[in-house]
């Protein structure tokens, strides 16, 4: 499995305007400009929209080895509400084993950490 195929063949993290900046094995930084269709009712940016950008890096990260993971749980906490500017995920693996893998991913905004997410993946081989 290409690692880039999966940012690639991802039309919701498209449509979110997601990026990649970094990726190594376990672990990977993306970004995504604050647009307003990510924001919600009460004009800050919407949780989902942040679940969306750590759901993405925990994709990517436990995906680089090249064999297909599939998220099993995860959950986020929210620690601040902002409203503009661009928000980074940086994932990274905690534990991996034959076929469980464990990551987190915290998610930055001016640098600032805003959120923390976390998630186990089950390893499906390939080939």
Not at 94 to 99: A, D, G, T, V
Not at 106 to 111: L, T
């Amino acid at each position: 499995m290409d690692i880039k195929n999966i940012l690639e063949d991802d039309k919701f993290a498209q449509f979110n305007g997601i990026e990649l900046v970094k990726i190594d094995k376990g672990c990977c930084e993306l970004k995504m400009k604050i647009q307003k269709h990510h924001l919600n009712g009460a004009n800050t940016l919407h949780g989902g929209a942040i679940f969306t950008l750590a759901d993405v890096a925990f994709a990517v990260a436990s995906n680089s080895y090249g064999d297909l993971a599939l998220g099993v749980n995860a959950n986020i906490d929210y620690f601040k509400a902002i409203d503009s500017g661009e928000i980074v995920a940086k994932a990274r693996e905690l534990n991996r084993s034959r076929k469980l893998a464990t990551y987190a991913v915290d998610i930055f905004h001016n640098e600032n950490l805003i959120s923390t997410f976390s998630g186990t993946v089950y390893i499906k081989t390939i080939g």
